[in-house]
Every structure is written in structure tokens, then in C-alpha cells.
């Protein structure tokens, strides 16, 4: 059998970590992209031939590293997942609201959270559609709520990773490229946001959620067991959003 490909922004930490491990388990090849050169701790084999360097706040850099990862895929690509995201904070850690938000960070958040997404589905579609591949954009909880920590850039880019992925299931359909996003909740990673468990008191669940679980998630919407699903937007977050 021809093995999977999958294409992955954000991969240095928590989700993205966890997700290239979960389909590197499985027997994908995982191309990795983020700002950092490839890491050597990481523990699949391959991984810095299968590692792209790009920095999606630079449109321009967005755009030149297409090809690059077009040489990388040989004609086809099974899955892009968008996990790249950016939420800055103050000074003081606070977040970020509208009121306080200086336009070169609303411009920054926005081409790494959401037209990042866009540039890379749109230079891939070929090779997305000789796959009748899929793809999953990371949204969040903050993307339909006030978040006590997630700044309004982030936010609304969330909100609007949201709408992409309806008007690209809308699109990509007629390809049979599949196009669906998750939101996760609150994740444990290796930097948690002072004051976390008091929200994890409010989580039915009454837990952190686990990047392997975000994972889980994210390669069976890539996986045939989910072939029929598309336009839609699983939440992951413990009941949250109850």
C-alpha cells in the first residue's frame, strides 16, 4: 500500500507534537512545518528530511514555502492540518482585548491563525484532490466565547478559521477533499495560563484535556472513518460549552 502523507503547521508543541507522534504511529510519513528548525528530541525517524522551516506570519514566506513542500510530496497529499496559532499577551500576561489591540498584532494573528490556512489549502489543492485527501483546521473554545485568557485577535481568528472551514468543505467538496475543523477546550501543555483550575472547576469533566486526545481527534477526521463527514467543527473540551 502507498503510505499517507501528512502535512502538519505547528508542530514544535503540545497538539502539534502530539499529532505528529499519533499518525507516525500509524505509518505516515508527517511533513512538519514551523519557525523552528526541526527539533532533534523528536522520536519518529525522518522527521528533519520531512521538516519545513516557514514563518506564516510572512505572506511571503507562506507563499515561497508552498513549493517547497510541493517538491517534498511527489503529486499527492492525504491530509494538511492548520494547528499553527499565535495568542499574544501583555506586559503583564494579561490578554489582549480590543481596545488594546495595536493593528500589527491584529495583522500578525491573523496571517499565521487564519490566512495561513488558506495559502497552503489553496497551493495544495492538486495534490489534496489526487488524494481525495482531507483537511483539518485547529479552531478553539475561545473562537465563540469570551475567553479569560485568549485576546480578541485570537479569538475572532479562531471565529473565522470556523467560517473558512464551511465555505472550504463548500469548495474542496467537488474535489473529494474533505474540509472540517476542532476546537479544543482547555489542553495541558507544558504552559498553562495562571488562574487554569478555576475554569477546570466549571468543566463537567473536571479535567484538563490531554494533546493525545486533540490527536485522536484530528487523524480520525483525516481517516476513512470519517469519509463522509465534512463542513463541520468537533468540540473538544470536556462539556465546556454546555
Given at each position: 500500500m502507498t503510505q499517507k502523507t501528512m502535512l502538519l503547521t505547528g508542530a514544535s508543541r503540545g497538539i502539534g507534537h502530539a499529532t505528529v507522534r499519533r499518525f507516525n504511529a500509524e505509518g505516515w510519513r508527517v511533513i512538519t512545518c514551523s519557525r523552528q528548525p526541526f527539533p532533534a528530541e523528536c522520536p519518529w525517524g525522518g522527521g528533519a528530511e520531512n521538516h519545513v522551516e516557514i514563518?506564516?506570519?510572512?505572506?511571503?514566506?507562506?507563499?515561497?514555502?508552498?513549493?517547497?513542500?510541493?517538491?517534498?510530496?511527489?503529486?499527492?497529499l492525504d491530509a494538511l492540518v492548520n494547528n499553527a496559532g499565535i495568542s499574544p499577551k501583555g506586559s503583564e500576561g494579561e490578554r489582549l482585548n480590543t481596545l488594546e489591540t495595536d493593528l500589527k498584532t491584529w495583522g500578525h494573528v491573523f496571517h499565521v491563525n487564519f490566512f495561513a490556512s488558506v495559502v497552503l489549502a489553496r497551493g495544495l489543492k492538486d495534490e489534496?484532490?489526487?488524494?481525495?485527501?482531507?483537511?483539518?483546521?485547529?479552531?478553539?473554545?475561545?473562537?465563540?466565547?469570551?475567553?479569560?485568557?485568549?485576546?480578541?485577535?485570537?479569538?475572532?481568528?479562531?471565529?473565522?478559521?470556523?467560517?473558512?472551514?464551511?465555505?472550504?468543505?463548500?469548495?474542496?467538496?467537488?474535489?473529494?477533499?474533505?474540509?472540517?475543523a476542532i476546537a479544543p477546550g482547555e489542553i495541558e501543555t507544558a504552559i498553562l495560563s495562571p488562574g487554569t483550575d478555576k475554569i477546570v472547576e466549571q468543566i463537567p469533566l473536571r479535567r484538563l484535556g490531554q494533546?493525545?486526545?486533540?490527536?485522536?481527534?484530528i487523524f480520525f477526521l483525516c481517516s476513512d472513518a470519517s469519509s463522509y463527514i465534512s463542513g463541520t467543527e468537533i468540540e473538544i473540551n470536556g462539556g465546556q460549552h454546555v
Open positions: 514563518d506564516l506570519a510572512d505572506p511571503n514566506d507562506t507563499i515561497r514555502a508552498v513549493e517547497v513542500i510541493r517538491e517534498k510530496l511527489g503529486g499527492r489534496l484532490a489526487a488524494a481525495r485527501g482531507a483537511i483539518v483546521n485547529v479552531t478553539s473554545i475561545a473562537g465563540y466565547r469570551v475567553h479569560p485568557f485568549a485576546g480578541a485577535a485570537y479569538a475572532t481568528s479562531k471565529a473565522a478559521l470556523k467560517a473558512l472551514t464551511r465555505e472550504m468543505a463548500h469548495d474542496f467538496g467537488p474535489l473529494g477533499v474533505r474540509v472540517n494533546t493525545e486526545e486533540v490527536a485522536q481527534t
